[in-house]
């Protein structure tokens, strides 16, 4: 449901959650790419945001343990945390502008 200027590509680390990836890329039109294995600083929001969910969810957690209410409001929290690469607005002031088509509002300036 992400508008087109926020879904232009994925990048992906080597896993065999990925094996379906070309059929994933046709039914998304998106192009996939691989991080090099061994490279996390190639996925660097998606290693951070790891770090994050792990002050909640410690490594090897059985997430079906969990409600989707209750993930929900894990992700709503983290939403809602200033983060430095945004030039400390939240997530959430950064991406709803994007989502309502208004393309200044809550843009964060380059570190």
Same mark, same amino acid.
């Given at each position: 449901?992400?508008?087109?200027?926020? =879904?232009?590509?994925?990048?992906?680390?080597?896993?065999?959650?990925? @094996?379906?990836? *070309? *059929?994933i #890329?046709?039914?998304?039109?998106?192009p996939?790419y691989?991080c090099?294995?061994?490279s996390?600083?190639?996925?660097?929001?998606? +290693?951070?945001?790891?770090?994050?969910? =792990?002050?909640?969810l410690?490594?090897?957690?059985?997430l #079906?343990?969990?409600?989707? +209410?209750?993930?929900?409001?894990?992700?709503? +929290?983290?939403?809602? @945390?200033?983060? *430095?690469?945004?030039?400390?607005l *939240?997530p959430? +002031?950064?991406?709803?502008?994007?989502?309502?088509?208004?393309?200044?509002?809550?843009?964060?300036?380059?570190?």
């Amino acid at each position: 449901a992400l508008p087109a200027q926020l =879904r232009r590509s994925l990048a992906w680390d080597q896993g065999l959650e990925m @094996r379906n990836h *070309k *059929k994933i #890329s046709i039914a998304a039109d998106l192009p996939i790419y691989f991080c090099d294995p061994h490279s996390p600083w190639q996925r660097g929001t998606n +290693e951070n945001t790891n770090g994050l969910l =792990r002050q909640y969810l410690p490594k090897g957690t059985d997430l #079906s343990v969990h409600s989707a +209410e209750d993930l929900a409001a894990i992700a709503a +929290e983290l939403n809602d @945390r200033p983060r *430095k690469t945004l030039g400390w607005l *939240k997530p959430d +002031e950064v991406i709803g502008p994007l989502l309502s088509g208004d393309q200044t509002a809550g843009a964060a300036s380059a570190p």
